[in-house]
Each structure stands twice: as structure tokens, then as C-alpha cells.
């Protein structure tokens, strides 16, 4: 035990070492004012230390819908015909420019607030912006996805590839400089393995991909998310919910401002009034986001593959079935779960054989550690205190990309992106 406790103090030291030259940004200057990663995760950035942008109505875009027709062995049920062709949103510049491609975080739509927000970022800065959905959202499972199982990681960079072939076909006079990729959050991840992917594909020549919180093992990040639903928070009793709680405690915030504001400033401003969560609170409405997105990967997942696991495999499904009762179920499935049941399995069928352990290294970073490390282009920001992060991730961060780290002190998940000293950060790389 002490051999090994020495081996691991060495490596650490190594890994420290030969990554010291990576961008750690100092707490006392950087001027982000949220230091509780739950709250900076939930309420983001302050309105007034946000960059101006365009408002939606100074935008040339549209949303559009691909077909995009993978190959598959199943067929949509009747009442899944919104979902039949993707959709995405292209902001177009009226003159030549660079087209950068937004990858969404974990279960998210294209026009999630986030990806909406980058953007508005990368517009206002000339670039064309394509919206794409995650291959873990309701939609891209359903239209794009040719097994309809996301989390391997190279199977959805594939189908994130052949959308992104079919949007440069739907718009073949947008007069375009150069490509580039980036993501956030699971997004991230998607892009490092789409990138990956280009290379022997050579379809679009990525001048530049930027990592924006990315999981560094998909397997730890999805445990610390799953273990936050298990927090014990106080006011919870047999007839008293979490949701109850918190309905109570917005209630109450109203009523002491005398109106409601439902605008992008409102978990802020309701962080700093009395009525704030606490961090248990915090930690399980977090977490709790995040378990309605593994229900619903698995539940949709389940449901267009028939494995029963769920939804009977000859249960009739029309477009009056009503689905709830099941998607109740679903939420008894963490990610974990989902892992276990679908993943694992088919991903042994289509691979004849395979551990856990070989499944967690394939679909993280780790996978790439080699490409990463060598390739220039690619560049990522994180936040020393991520609650997706685990141990030694920020040391595997360190040594595969040195330099291309920018690591924020603080920041939570994804909560400082849209502070104006990141989004300056990011224009400044894509600028060269």
C-alpha cells in the first residue's frame, strides 16, 4: 500500500511537471464572482459582466430539418413524427466567413440556452454559426442516430459527421472560409472524437476545435451527477418533496419582490436574496437535471429499440399512447443504469466482447490522449472546480494538452462561459 501510495505521489509530480506550462488563471484577478461551484453552475454569470450581443431579431437565422436517414434496423413508432427529421439553426453572415459548428451539452436541443448563447458570441464576430443538438437529446436519438444508443462516443461522433455533411449540403451557396468545432459539457467530449474523425475523413479540415468543460472520463462524470440525486437536504420528510421545497422557496422570493421576473438574471438574483438554496439543495436540483436526461436517453433509447426493458416490446405505441407511466419508470434508471442495460450490451454485441473497464477508456478523453496531445488545433477551458471532474483529470488535462489548458479557478459546470472574460478567451483562440 505505501509502494503504491509513492508510485501514485511520483506520478503525480510527473504529471505536474511536465505539464507546468498549461494557463492557470490566477483566483485573485480573474474578477468571476460566484467561488461555490453548485451555485456558479446554476446562476451562471451576473447579466452586467456578461458581453453585449445581438438580440435574436438582428440575427439572420433559421431553424431548418434534415433528413438524414440512417440505417438502421427499427422503425420510429407512429407517435414519434415531430422527431422523424432533425432540426437545427443556421446564423449566416450576408458575406464570406468561417462556419463554426456548436455541439450541445447532455440531453440538449440545439436551441438550448447555452448553445443559443454561443451563438449569439461567434455571430456578432462574423463567423456563421451552425446549432447542432447532442446525439444524447430526444430528437437526435430519434432522427439521427443509427442505433438509437448513444454513449459510445465514436458511434456518435459518426452521427454527429454525417449530420454535419447533410447541413453543408442544405446550404450549398453559403460561402464558406474555413470550418471550425466546438462544444460544451458533454458537447466536448462529442467534439474531441468528431475531430478525431476528420482527420481521416477530411470532409471539413477543422482550422481550429475548442473543448469547453469537457468530461475527462465520461464514467466518473456521469457517478458525481448520478451521487448529487442522493444528497441528503434538509426540510425533505414524508410529506414535504424537493420540489415542494424549492416551489415554496421561489414563492416566497416573489412575494418579497413583488413581481415576477422570469428573465435570464433570475437564479442570480434569487441566489443572493434569503431565500437561496443551500448547497444540498443545489447539489440535488444539479443532480436532479441531470437524472430526467438519463431517463430520457434511456426511456427514448429503449422505446424505438423494443428491448422491453421499459415500455413492454409489444406494448402498442400510437399517437394517442400515453407514455408517462413509463417515462416514470425511467426515472428510476440513472446513467448507470442506462450503461449497464443498453450500452454494454449492444456495444458487445457489435464488438464481440469487451469489459467495462475497455467501454469507460473508449468513450472518454483517454481514448485520444495521443491525438490530443499532438494536434495543435485542439485547445480546452475547464474549471478547477467542475463538479464532473474526478481525481487526476485535471492532471491528465495538464499533460495532453500543456499550454492549450486554460484553467479558471473557479466556475462550476459550465457556469462561466458566458462571463465576458471566457467568451473574450474563446473569440481570442478561434482567432489565432
Not at 155 to 180: F, I, S
Amino acid at each position: 500500500m505505501l509502494r503504491t501510495l509513492r508510485l501514485a505521489a511520483l506520478l503525480g509530480g510527473l504529471l505536474l511537471s511536465a505539464a507546468a506550462s498549461a494557463r492557470d488563471v490566477d483566483a485573485a484577478t480573474y474578477g468571476y464572482p460566484l467561488t461555490n461551484p453548485f451555485e456558479a453552475t446554476i446562476a451562471t454569470t451576473p447579466p452586467e459582466l456578461r458581453p453585449e450581443l445581438p438580440h435574436d431579431d438582428d440575427i439572420n437565422q433559421a431553424d431548418y430539418s434534415l433528413n438524414v436517414r440512417p440505417e438502421r434496423a427499427f422503425t420510429l413508432p407512429d407517435n414519434f413524427w415531430a422527431v422523424k427529421k432533425l432540426g437545427y439553426r443556421l446564423a449566416r453572415q450576408d458575406h464570406p466567413a468561417p462556419l463554426i459548428f456548436l455541439i450541445a451539452g447532455t440531453g440538449a436541443r440545439y436551441d438550448a440556452s447555452l448553445n443559443d448563447y454561443l451563438k449569439k458570441l461567434y455571430y456578432k464576430a462574423g463567423y456563421h454559426v451552425v446549432q447542432l443538438s447532442s446525439p444524447t437529446s430526444f430528437d437526435f436519438i430519434s432522427a439521427a442516430s443509427r442505433f438509437a444508443t448513444p454513449g459510445i462516443s465514436t458511434e456518435d461522433a459518426e452521427d454527429l459527421y454525417r449530420v454535419m455533411q447533410g447541413v453543408r449540403a442544405q446550404h450549398p451557396r453559403l460561402p464558406v472560409t474555413d470550418y471550425y468545432l466546438t462544444g460544451y459539457s458533454l458537447g466536448a467530449l462529442d467534439a474531441a472524437f468528431v475531430s478525431h474523425l476528420d482527420e481521416t475523413r477530411r470532409s471539413f479540415n477543422f482550422k481550429r476545435v475548442l473543448l469547453l468543460n469537457p468530461p475527462v472520463n465520461l464514467y466518473t462524470s456521469i457517478n458525481n451527477l448520478d451521487k448529487l440525486v442522493q444528497t441528503q437536504v434538509k426540510g425533505i420528510t414524508s410529506t414535504t418533496t424537493f420540489y415542494e421545497l424549492v416551489l415554496n422557496k421561489l414563492t416566497r422570493y416573489f412575494q418579497q419582490k413583488g413581481y415576477i421576473d422570469l428573465n435570464d438574471a433570475l437564479l442570480y438574483d434569487f441566489q443572493q436574496s434569503r431565500q437561496h438554496l443551500s448547497n444540498e439543495q443545489m447539489a440535488m436540483l444539479i443532480g436532479t437535471s441531470f437524472r430526467f436526461s438519463s431517463a430520457d436517453i434511456a426511456f427514448t433509447s429503449d422505446l424505438i429499440n423494443r428491448r422491453g426493458l421499459i415500455i413492454p416490446p409489444k406494448y402498442p405505441i400510437t399517437e394517442s399512447t400515453s407514455l408517462e407511466p413509463f417515462f416514470r419508470r425511467a426515472l428510476q434508471c440513472d446513467f448507470d443504469c442506462y450503461l449497464t442495460e443498453q450500452v454494454i450490451p449492444m456495444w458487445r454485441a457489435r464488438t464481440d466482447g469487451g469489459s467495462l473497464l475497455q467501454l469507460v477508456d473508449q468513450v472518454s478523453l483517454y481514448a485520444l490522449k495521443d491525438y490530443l496531445k499532438n494536434s495543435p488545433k485542439i485547445a480546452v477551458m475547464h474549471n478547477a472546480d467542475d463538479v464532473i471532474l474526478g481525481p487526476g483529470d485535471i492532471g491528465f488535462l495538464r499533460n495532453t494538452f500543456g499550454e492549450r489548458l486554460t484553467l479558471y479557478p473557479h466556475g462550476g459546470h459550465c457556469g462561466n462561459i458566458n462571463y465576458r472574460v471566457n467568451s473574450d478567451a474563446m473569440l481570442e483562440f478561434f482567432r489565432g
